[in-house]
């Protein structure tokens, strides 16, 4: 677990993200906290700690594990004023799709690592590949979680990955419309 405190200079008080980490590679995850600094202005601090997934949410017929329940369950533990991002291993999905690569809701967001690696498709394994894969998905998700919705820009980090090539070909960050609707929000 990776917890994240950040002052977000456009809110009235404290503002707390927390990264839950099964992920045990410091270097992704320093990275993934730097880019979410840079995208929404945020202060980190980062700390690491350990494993969240259980069974509570794993689909046994489909060897994947469920993100809504894990979304719900870690919606309960959620306090005001803070938001919640877990990084998990296990191969993640939501009714009505075979897999997903990360899904947010009310405060919550999840990101699976699973078929981020280039191990899952066949290829030699990949730091830097990997890496900017988790920080696209983990900046995506965060941008939900701001209120942010999918872009047609296909190079915006806000843009639906429907496969691993829409991942690869985005980039990291928000595109000109995007940061002009986040300013927007944030004013409100």
Same mark, same amino acid.
């Given at each position: 677990?990776? /917890? =994240?405190?950040? @002052? ?13 980490? *099964? ?16 995208? /929404?202005?945020?202060?980190? +601090? +980062? *700390? /690491?700690?350990?494993?969240? @997934? ?17 979304? %719900? =369950? /870690? ?10 991002? @877990?990084? $998990?291993? &296990?191969? =993640? ?14 405060? $919550?967001? $999840?990101?699976?690592? #699973? ?6 498709? &066949? ?13 696209? %998905?983990? +900046? #995506? *998700?965060?941008?939900?979680?701001? &209120? @942010? ?7 915006? $980090? ?6 691993? &090539? ?9 595109? !000109? ?10 004013? !409100?």
């Amino acid at each position: 677990m990776v /917890y =994240i405190w950040f @002052l977000d200079k456009y809110s009235k008080g404290l503002l707390k993200i927390k990264i839950f980490s *099964e992920l045990d590679n410091q270097e992704a995850l320093e990275t993934v906290a730097k880019l979410l600094v840079e995208t /929404y202005n945020f202060e980190v +601090v +980062v *700390e /690491y700690i350990g494993k969240i @997934l259980d069974h509570n949410s794993f689909n046994n017929k489909r060897k994947q594990y469920d993100a809504w329940k894990l979304v %719900e =369950i /870690y919606g309960e533990k959620r306090r005001m004023n803070e938001y919640l991002l @877990l990084i $998990v291993e &296990g191969d =993640i999905y939501a009714s009505g799709l075979n897999y997903i690569f990360g899904l947010a809701w009310q405060g $919550v967001a $999840v990101v699976s690592t #699973h078929r981020l690696r280039q191990e899952f498709y &066949g290829q030699s394994p990949d730091r830097q590949i990997f890496i900017e894969r988790l920080v696209k %998905e983990a +900046v #995506h *998700e965060v941008g939900h979680l701001n &209120g @942010l919705t999918h872009c047609n820009d296909r190079r915006c $980090v806000m843009a639906f990955s429907n496969w691993i &090539g829409d991942t690869d070909y985005k980039s990291w960050t928000l595109c !000109q419309k995007c940061k002009s609707k986040l300013g927007k929000l944030r004013a !409100q």
